[in-house]
């Protein structure tokens, strides 16, 4: 069965400092990968996409970066952190085809302060 | 550009009764919706996916709708339980890339 992996599940991060969150999915292959941001009570904003290995497409203009080095691997980076980048993390991965359900991971809560 | 909108205020119902949540959307009608439970503090779970061209779509307790001339989905839980109580996201699909366009969620409480 497929799983996804995505850690840390809490991050406390001083502004200015760099960030690297990781998510990996094991037990397909070539799937899409997500990266999305949810303020509290909110719903989820679409951050970054991937169909494939380096491919990425961004969503909307920020201070952040993703990366997709392997099939299964999807980085979101930011060089310098904002206050504005506090927020719940997801990553979530579907299959190739359009119109199937996205698979989520349990997040990282990312504090800036 | 496409919105979809769902009620902001919690729903509180008895346990029992029926849960009925609504998503609307904006412009055009969108090949396919879908729904999804979120636990707080978790990621989001796929609950039931429906298509422009089905009226109704079933699993277990859980309905869901799709009306075209009312842009507009409805999703109900029959005989509802304290343990669906969880907020509930609605989302359409953007494009052939799998993106998916979520609305805010509707939180659901349901009390003994």
């Known amino acids: 069965s497929q799983t996804i992996h995505q850690w840390p599940a809490t991050l406390v991060q001083p502004v200015g400092s760099p960030l690297s969150l990781e998510c990996t999915v094991e037990?397909?292959?070539?799937?899409?990968l997500y990266w999305y941001r949810q303020a509290a009570g909110r719903g989820l904003q679409l951050l970054f996409y991937s169909v494939g290995i380096g491919q990425i497409s961004s969503e909307v203009p920020q201070n952040l970066s993703a990366s997709r080095p392997q099939d299964r691997q999807f980085i979101l980076s930011s060089k310098k952190l904002l206050l504005s980048d506090s927020g719940f993390y997801l990553c979530a991965w579907s299959a190739p085809a359009a119109g199937g359900p996205q698979h989520f991971g349990d997040g990282t809560r990312l504090s800036i302060l | 550009s496409q919105k979809i909108e769902q009620n902001s205020e919690a729903l509180n119902i008895q346990e029992g009764k029926t849960a009925t949540l609504t998503c609307n959307y904006t412009?055009?009608?969108?090949?396919?919706l879908q729904w999804y439970r979120q636990d707080p503090g978790r990621g989001p779970v796929f609950l039931l996916l429906i298509r422009e061209n089905e009226k109704e779509k079933r699993k277990e307790r859980l309905k869901v709708t799709f009306d075209t001339t009312l842009k507009q989905s409805l999703f109900h839980i029959t005989a509802s339980q304290p343990a669906d109580s969880a907020t509930y996201l609605c989302a359409h699909g953007s494009g052939n890339t799998g993106k998916l366009i979520f609305g805010q969620g509707t939180t659901l409480q349901v009390k003994p």
């Open positions: 037990g397909t292959s070539n799937p899409n």
């Open positions: 412009n055009y009608s969108p090949a396919y």
